[in-house]
C-alpha cells in the first residue's frame, strides 16, 4: 500500500513547505475556471487542496466527485482562509474509487439522512460523535478496571427474566419462546460470588414504543455489579465513573467537541462529589417550581426536566417509593416505603442517565414484588439461589451508555449518539 500522513499531522507548521501525500475522500469540491479546490477528508481532519489548471493533476481533479477516494500529493502551505489552516499546491492525485453522485446534499430531510445512514455516517458532525463514543468506552473500561472490576458477560437470549418483562422482544428458539435481555443484572448477581466485582458494556433490548429522543429498542448498557457494596459507595464508584469520563472526553476530545459546537470547558468542571437529594426532597422542589406530584409515583421526563434546571452537575436522586421500584429494590430499613436505590439525572438533557441499587437479599420479598407484577416467580428459580446460597450485600446500577454520549456531545436526538440506531420505527439500514 501507498503510505500517506495522517491529515492531522501535516496541518503544522512542521510539514510548511514540504511535499506530502495524503490519503482520504472528497468532502467539498469548488470549481473554477483555472483552479479546482477539493477538500479532503480522512479519519483525522479535513485538509484544503488547490489543483491548478496548469497541473498534470487537472483532469483527475475535474473528474473527480464528492465522496470518492483518492491520493493526494502537494506542497503543504499555510493559509489563514483555508479551513484548517493549511493548503496543499497540488502536484499529484489519483483517484482511488471514483463516486457516484452522492446522494446527500445540504437540504436533504432527517428522514433521508437516516434511510442512507450508511451513507450519511461519515459526516462530520457525526466523525466527531464517533470519536467521542469511542473515547466514552475507552474511558469506562480503563476507570473499571482500574478499580480491579472483571469484565463478565452474560446472555442476550433469556427466557423471561427482565427488568420488566412488558417491554422483550420475542425471539422464537426452537419453537420455544426466549427473549432479547433488558439488562445483564440477573445473571451478574450470580457472577458475584465468583468475581465480587464486575461490569459490562452491552446492548441490552426494549421493545418500548415510546417515540422520544432519549429512547433506543437496542441500546449499550454499561452495567456494574459489586458485592460488599451498599448504597453509598455504589454512589461514590458511578460519580467517579462519570467524571473520569467527563475529564477524559473533555481532555482528549477537544477537537471534537469543537466540531460538535461543545465547550469542553462544560465537561471539565463535572468532578465529583456529585449533588444528592431523596425523591422526597425532590418533589418538595417540584412543588416549589409549580409541580405537583403524587408521592408514590415515579418521576416523569418532565418532571427530571424541571428538576435539571436546577444542577449543573449530574444529580442522584435517592430513595423512590418502593412500590414503584424493580423488583429486586430492597425497602430502606429506616424508612420502608422508600427503596435503597438511586437515579442519576443528566444535566443539560434532564434525563435519566443511571439507575442503581442495593439488591435484595430477602427470597420472600422479592417473590411478593413479582407477584405484585404479575411476573412469572418460577422463572426466577435461580435467582433465589444466588440468596440461597451464601448471600452477601451488594449493589449495582446501569448505565445508558448513548445517552450519556448524547449528553458529551450535546446532540438533540438519541439516535445520533449511535451509528446504526434502532428505534421502533426504524430497523434499516
Ligand atoms: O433503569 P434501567 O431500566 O435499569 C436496569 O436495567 C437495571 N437492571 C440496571 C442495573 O442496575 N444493572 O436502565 C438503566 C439505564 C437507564 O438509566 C437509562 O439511562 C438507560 O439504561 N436506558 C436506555 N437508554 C436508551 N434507550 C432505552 N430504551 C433505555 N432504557 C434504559
Ligand atoms: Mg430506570
Redesign the pocket.
Known amino acids: 500500500m501507498k503510505s500517506a500522513r495522517p491529515i492531522c499531522e501535516v496541518l503544522s507548521s512542521k510539514y510548511e513547505g514540504k511535499t506530502v501525500t495524503v490519503r482520504g475522500w472528497v468532502y467539498r469540491k469548488r470549481s473554477m475556471k483555472e483552479k479546482i479546490f477539493l477538500v479532503i477528508r480522512d479519519s483525522t481532519d479535513i485538509v484544503q487542496v488547490v489543483i491548478n489548471s496548469d497541473s498534470k493533476a487537472w483532469q483527475a481533479a475535474q473528474k473527480i466527485t464528492i465522496e470518492s477516494s483518492c491520493y493526494v500529493t502537494g506542497k503543504a502551505r499555510k493559509d489563514a482562509r483555508a479551513p484548517t489552516g493549511y493548503e496543499l499546491d497540488v502536484t499529484g492525485l489519483e483517484i482511488v474509487g471514483l463516486a457516484e453522485v452522492f446522494p446527500i446534499s445540504r437540504d436533504v430531510s432527517t428522514e433521508f439522512l437516516m434511510d442512507v445512514r450508511h451513507l450519511a455516517i461519515r459526516g462530520r458532525k457525526m466523525q466527531a460523535t464517533l470519536k467521542v463514543r469511542s473515547k466514552v468506552f475507552e474511558a469506562i473500561h480503563e476507570f473499571c478496571r482500574a478499580q480491579k472490576f472483571h469484565e463478565t458477560h452474560s446472555p442476550f437470549l433469556v427466557p423471561g427474566v427482565a427488568?420488566?418483562g412488558l417491554t422483550m422482544f420475542k425471539v422464537d428458539y426452537y419453537g420455544t419462546k426466549a427473549f432479547l435481555a433488558?439488562?445483564?443484572?440477573l445473571y451478574?448477581e450470580a457472577v458475584l460470588p465468583a468475581l465480587e466485582k464486575i461490569y459490562t458494556i452491552a446492548p441490552?433490548f426494549?421493545a418500548?414504543k415510546s417515540r422520544t429522543t432519549?429512547?433506543?429498542?437496542e441500546?449499550w448498557?454499561t452495567?456494574?455489579?459489586a458485592a460488599w457494596y451498599d448504597l453509598d459507595k455504589i454512589i461514590k464508584f458511578a460519580e467517579g465513573l462519570i467524571a473520569h469520563v467527563c475529564q477524559k472526553v473533555g481532555k482528549d476530545c477537544q477537537h471534537e467537541l469543537k466540531v460538535l459546537g461543545r465547550d469542553p470547558k462544560v465537561l471539565l468542571a463535572i468532578k465529583a462529589p456529585f449533588p444528592r437529594i431523596t425523591y422526597t426532597q425532590a418533589l418538595k422542589l417540584l412543588e416549589k417550581d409549580g409541580m405537583k406530584v403524587r408521592w408514590g409515583k415515579d418521576l416523569r421526563t418532565l418532571e427530571e426536566r424541571q428538576l435539571m434546571n436546577h444542577y449543573k452537575k449530574p444529580l442522584f436522586v435517592t430513595h423512590y417509593p418502593k412500590e414503584a421500584m424493580?423488583f429486586y429494590k430492597p425497602r430502606d430499613p429506616k424508612d420502608p416505603k422508600t427503596a435503597s436505590c438511586f437515579?442519576m439525572l443528566c444535566p443539560e438533557l434532564g434525563?435519566?442517565?443511571?439507575?442503581?441499587?442495593e439488591r435484595d437479599p430477602s427470597i420472600e420479598e422479592l417473590k411478593k414484588s413479582l407477584k405484585s407484577k404479575g411476573e412469572k416467580v418460577k422463572d426466577y428459580e435461580f435467582y433465589f439461589d444466588t440468596r440461597r446460597y451464601g448471600a452477601m450485600p451488594h449493589a449495582?446500577?446501569?448505565?445508558?451508555t448513548?445517552?450519556l454520549v448524547q449528553w458529551l456531545c450535546k446532540l438533540e436526538h438519541?439516535r445520533d449518539a449511535i451509528p446504526f440506531p434502532r428505534t421502533p420505527s426504524r430497523i434499516r439500514p
Request: glycine fraction near 14%; charge should be negative.
Open positions: 427488568e420488566e433488558q439488562t445483564w443484572q451478574a441490552s426494549r418500548e432519549r429512547h433506543l429498542t441500546y448498557h452495567e456494574v455489579e424493580a437515579d434525563v435519566e442517565l443511571m439507575g442503581g441499587s449495582g446500577f446501569g448505565l445508558g448513548d445517552r438519541i
